[in-house]
């Protein structure tokens, strides 16, 4: 029995490494980074739950939603003077917060902005024609392309090539990662910091937004039943708007701090993978449930760290798909089930 | 009928009367009313005109800068694809976004078995494939490895529906494209495997490898024309299956849960088993157009099946109508040929454009045009009319003629239509509500 298991790993080893053992030794260090990406997943994954809730949509060109909210951060950063040297610029804490800021602040626009965008152009009118299921995900593939190709071929041209193209914007570094303390046996450097801290702030800010404020509430109440949420008097068309914004405006935050983490990842096709993974977070947390979304986010960038580690680096995408699906196989509406309308805490 | 009012100006009663009264229909209407021998005097000669295209080379429709038999081996390829695709999503109403996959397991079976590379070769010493007919014998075993794998993907993933549906497909098609690129000892990794079989037929003394390897021939008779005969004739094998299963217990079942998922259910349809047979159906005519793939190209690596190109397959059903078997074959014509049209052309009936840079913004247009259609005809190019599956399509035309000499009765009377109400599947469905019940009446 031993002896067969051994030979089938000795056989599977050169085709998939199997080393738990790393996993153990890098426990710690793996987690912290691991909250990293699930941070950003998270932030993505509030645009696609929020929609979906409302619009029972898959918003498949919201990658690229955050995809040009990594240009937008790029852009503003560049506005305010700052160009891509090899090496981190060094301001003090204050400076480079309030020059983060600011970079976030263009990020948020630009994405919130193409967001709402994209609402007004491509699902309105369909929405208005009562269109079935399908030709609103077939229209999100075809404005997710539209938006890639801009990007590639057209924003080039607009810039004069200073953004946009086929490779990647040369990295703008305003943070050096620098190792603050440690968690265990894992470094925690500044960039993490940031990006784990601003992310659980605007997380919370998000979470307060949708159970405490008016607005919040209307954007339950068309989740959970449009119908009598108009007669109520709530403008669902608002709602819907409200709802795009929010996401983009999480995808423009999560895209700056995806820069920070991955300097190089500011490129046309940037988005797409990171947007299919956030999908797998909403899914996974439960789709159209907000807590369920930055739950699910966290969970997928730690094991998704861990997977990798375990069966290495070139797996790590496949760890993604595979936790995804059997997740789907034993519990369909995700961990914390699917319910923006009937979230009440 | 109903309450005799004037017509309005600029709404003809006919078409009111009639929702489907397009030139497409109207061809339809001809095309059905023929008796089957005239269908086949009509359409084989079609068939052979199609067929001899790259032969041609008739000016305007021959691209300039690629070979026209490699762009129409290509469009083989994806008409294939499409009909398959046609299955699953215009069908049975699955949305997979991770046909790809399939497409690459039947590339990659092929290879495997053929490539001197791949560690599984069956071609060299040793080996139970013969030289020259390894791709023909390849052939089968794709198709079935593919069928196999659809049926394990679609067994634990069928369960689910709509979107969730659409992302693990989309996950799996990323889950066979990553294992191709990390397997390095089995497939190559992101070298690939080169050197795959394929048919050595015609062999000449100027075409010492036959007429299907990739350098044979020249002008207009090159090995993609030769791939492209290959390939219509896939295709006309795969019309003849997926057609006969459209008119069976299994294409009712497929419409039925299309338009109804729970209500086919509750009617008694086994839902579960038809979306299974609509996906293994699907996954093994993908394979075939893979084993083409890999046979035409003699390469594969990873970087082909990516999920922009599954996209791409998408496109070619949705632009050319989801459940129309010739309307997803134009939509695959359209998809590939117009960025190669453009390509390399510098005018165009003397208007000097920039081809190349056109052909290169393609996927642009792609999404342009998805987004448009989707506004403007959801249902395609060429849409679907699944009606009266029951009664088979004699009856159908046979009542048709009956409404037609009804027309006249009824030309006072105006019929109120909504117009277009909804949209997509459900509105060529819900259009032809009403001829339908007419039809079955006369019946």
């Not at chain 1, 790029?74 to 090899?86: I, S």
């Not at chain 1, 004069?160 to 914007?169: D, E, F, M, R, S």
């Not at chain 2, 052939?139 to 529906?161: F, N, Q």
């Not at chain 2, 050595?200 to 100027?206: D, I, L, P």
């Amino acid at each position: 029995m031993t002896g067969g298991l051994l030979h089938t790993m000795v056989v599977a080893e050169p085709l998939i490494g199997f080393d738990v053992a790393a996993l153990g030794r890098n426990f710690w260090a793996l987690t912290v980074d691991g909250l990293t990406y699930g941070s950003v997943y998270a932030l993505v994954a509030v645009g696609y739950t929020l929609v979906y809730g409302v619009l029972r949509l898959i918003n498949f060109a919201h990658s690229e939603v955050f995809m040009l909210g990594m240009f937008g951060q790029y852009a503003a950063l560049m506005l305010l003077g700052f160009g891509p040297n090899g090496d981190a610029y060094d301001m003090g804490i204050v400076m480079t917060v309030l020059y983060l800021g600011a970079a976030m602040i263009g990020g948020m626009a630009i994405s919130g902005g193409v967001a709402v965008g994209l609402e007004r152009v491509a699902y309105r009118p369909l929405r208005k024609r009562g269109a079935p299921s399908l030709v609103f995900l077939i229209t999100a593939i075809g404005a997710s392309f539209v938006l890639q190709e801009f990007v590639h071929f057209v924003l080039p041209r607009l810039t004069g090539g200073t953004l946009g193209g086929v490779n990647a914007q040369q990295p703008i570094r305003l943070v050096e990662p620098e190792v603050q303390f440690q968690i265990g046996s894992a470094n925690v450097t500044n960039v993490t910091l940031i990006i784990v801290v601003s992310a659980l702030l605007l997380a919370l800010a998000t979470d307060q937004f949708i159970n405490r404020t008016k607005f919040g509430r209307g954007i339950r109440a068309v989740a959970q039943d449009p119908v009598t949420a108009t007669l109520m008097g709530v403008s669902r068309e608002r709602i819907i708007m409200l709802t795009f914004l929010i996401g983009g405006i999480l995808a423009g935050a999560a895209a700056l701090l995806y820069t920070l983490r991955v300097p190089n990842g500011i490129v046309y096709s940037g988005g797409f993978i990171l947007g299919i993974k956030a999908f797998c977070a909403a899914v996974l947390g439960g789709i159209g449930n907000l807590r369920g979304a930055l739950l699910g986010g966290l969970l997928l960038g730690v094991m998704e760290n861990y997977g990798q580690v375990v069966f290495g680096t070139e797996w790590r995408d496949v760890v993604a798909f595979v936790l995804l699906i059997l997740v789907l196989m034993v519990r369909p509406t995700g961990i914390l089930g699917e319910s923006l309308g009937r979230a009440r805490a | 009928m109903t309450t005799p009012n004037a017509p309005t100006p600029g709404h003809s009663t006919t078409t009111g009367l009639r929702p489907h009264s397009g030139v497409g229909d109207a061809v339809r209407l001809w095309w059905d009313a023929q008796a089957r021998p005239t269908q086949w005097a009509l359409g084989l000669p079609l068939l052979i005109l199609i067929a001899l295209l790259p032969i041609l080379q008739i000016p305007v429709l021959t691209t300039v800068g690629t070979n026209f038999g490699g762009v129409m081996a290509q469009f083989g390829m994806y008409a294939l694809i499409a009909i398959g695709l046609n299955v699953v999503v215009g069908q049975a109403g699955l949305l997979d976004l991770g046909y790809i996959g399939f497409y690459a397991i039947g590339a990659y079976t092929v290879a495997l078995l053929t490539s001197p590379s791949s560690p599984w070769n069956q071609t060299g010493d040793g080996g139970w494939l013969s030289q020259d007919w390894a791709w023909l014998a390849a052939l089968p075993i794709a198709v079935a490895i593919t069928a196999l794998s659809g049926l394990l993907i679609g067994s634990p993933t069928l369960r689910l529906r709509g979107d969730y549906l659409a992302i693990v497909t989309l996950g799996f098609g990323e889950i066979v494209r990553l294992l191709a690129d990390n397997l390095d000892g089995i497939t190559g990794g992101g070298r690939g495997l080169a050197q795959v079989a394929y048919p050595r037929a015609g062999v000449s003394e100027t075409n010492p490898n036959g007429v299907f390897s990739a350098g044979s021939g020249s002008g207009a008779l090159n090995s993609g024309v030769w791939w492209y005969w290959l390939s219509i004739v896939l295709i006309v094998i795969a019309l003849l299956f997926v057609g006969n299963l459209e008119r069976s217990r299994v294409g009712r079942s497929w419409v039925a849960i299309r338009e109804d998922e729970d209500a086919a259910e509750i009617m008694g349809v086994p839902t579960f088993r038809f979306k299974l047979w609509a996906f293994v159906i699907g996954a093994s005519i993908g394979g075939a157009s893979g084993a083409l793939y890999a046979g035409q190209v003699q390469f594969v690596n990873p970087t082909n099946f990516n999920v922009i190109n599954s996209v791409l397959f998408l496109c070619a059903v949705v632009l050319g109508g989801q459940g129309n078997k010739l309307g997803v074959i134009l939509g695959a014509f359209v998809i590939v040929y117009l960025p190669n049209f453009f390509l390399g052309r510098t005018e165009i009936f003397g208007i000097p454009i920039d081809g190349t840079q056109i052909a290169e913004y393609r996927y642009l247009f792609f999404g342009i045009a998805l987004m448009v259609l989707m506004v403007f005809r959801p249902q395609g190019l060429l849409p679907v009319r699944q009606k009266l599956l029951t009664y088979g399509r004699e009856l159908y035309v046979a009542a048709r003629r009956t409404i037609k000499a009804q027309d006249s009765e009824l030309q006072d009377s105006s019929h109120h239509r909504t117009g277009r109400g909804s949209t997509g599947r459900d509105s060529t469905g819900r259009d032809s509500t009403g001829r339908d019940s007419t039809a079955k009446e006369q019946a």
